[in-house]
């Protein structure tokens, strides 16, 4: 034990960073040259020992973080890993399978979930589910949407715009909620969403939580969309989507950041067709789906007074990341 004292000892000493450290914090430095236990009786609480370097000072506490953000710079979370200068970026979907349902109901109903700053447009829900694949910020990548929207106009001081306002958005991947939500301000949530397969001219899907599911979209093919209708189509391609950024306080009621936001978007359609739809909601109950089943409920609860008629597009669209802003 001593000849292993004595070794530790003159570790110490042979470590003229160390040395100079303690004989900074003592101006007299004893020549006797004192024992390991008398430097670290002195100086143990000055003293860390991290991946076999010694280190001089209060290790964990005053050490400051050198990170900061600059003004200049586009961060997500967790932001000390990101930070890059912006680019009005576009993100592109090669290739877009989608199914849209619409159904008339109580505008008194809708009036509810509208914040003031919008109108109402027309009292009509649609609701579309969307297989993206060929995603270009996803590597080529893929992933599914299941979207509620209602027509709104959004009045403003300065402007007033027309287009979509999102009730909800379920998607099947963290990376496009993650970035949909904090910087885009669209409500989008977490769900498992089946892809659309069919039997014959009849297509389905179906969204669920834990193998819950709550919803299920049903579309019978009818008639396809002529050629110069499609043109017609893709003339009005831009899509005004209108969400509510929010971040609440911590530790206490109200909102940190509360805001309506525009998220724009183009589609061009290959090909359509019109047919017949049906969606069916589930109501599954705050046991199995602890956090979304109010907004279930809601959406189940929803009076349909009248179909509108369903639509199924093969695509490709163009979300303009770059132009979306705060109103």
Not at 15 to 20: G, W
Not at 141 to 153: E, F, I, N, S, W
Not at 295 to 322: K, Q
Request: charge should be neutral.
């Amino acid at each position: 034990m001593v000849k292993r004292a004595d070794r530790l000892t003159n570790s110490f000493y042979n470590n003229r960073c160390l040395r100079r450290s303690i004989s900074t914090l003592e101006t007299r430095w004893d020549e006797n040259r004192p024992s390991v236990c008398e430097i670290f009786r002195r100086y143990g609480d000055k003293i860390g020992f991290w991946g076999g370097i010694f280190v001089v000072g209060r290790v964990g506490l005053g050490m400051r973080g050198r990170f900061s953000l600059r003004d200049d710079m586009v961060y997500s979370m967790p932001v000390h890993f990101s930070g890059r200068a912006f680019e009005p970026v576009a993100a592109e979907y090669g290739d877009m399978t989608c199914v849209r349902l619409s159904f008339e109901t109580d505008p008194e109903v809708l009036l509810n979930y509208l914040p003031g700053c919008f109108e109402l447009v027309e009292p009509r829900v649609d609701v579309q589910y969307a297989s993206c694949r060929d995603v270009k910020w996803m590597s080529g990548g893929d992933y599914r949407l299941l979207q509620v929207t209602v027509p709104a106009r959004y009045v403003g001081e300065r402007e007033v715009i027309t287009g979509d306002y999102a009730l909800v958005v379920w998607e099947d991947k963290a990376c496009p909620i993650i970035g949909g939500r904090e910087e885009d301000g669209v409500p989008k949530l977490f769900a498992q969403i089946a892809s659309e397969r069919h039997v014959g001219d009849h297509w389905f899907t179906s969204a669920a939580y834990e193998s819950c599911q709550f919803c299920s979209l049903d579309f019978w093919g009818g008639e396809r969309i002529s050629d110069e209708d499609l043109a017609g189509m893709n003339r009005e391609g831009r899509v005004n989507l209108f969400g509510w950024r929010y971040i609440p306080n911590l530790g206490g009621p109200g909102g940190a950041l509360s805001q309506p936001t525009l998220y724009p978007q183009r589609v061009s359609f290959r090909s359509a067709q019109r047919g017949m739809g049906l969606v069916s909601w589930t109501k599954i109950g705050f046991e199995r789906h602890p956090v979304q089943w109010r907004i279930i409920d809601a959406l189940a609860d929803m009076p349909v007074l009248g179909w509108r008629g369903a639509l199924m597009t093969w695509g490709s669209a163009v979300l303009e990341v770059g132009s979306s802003r705060a109103l």
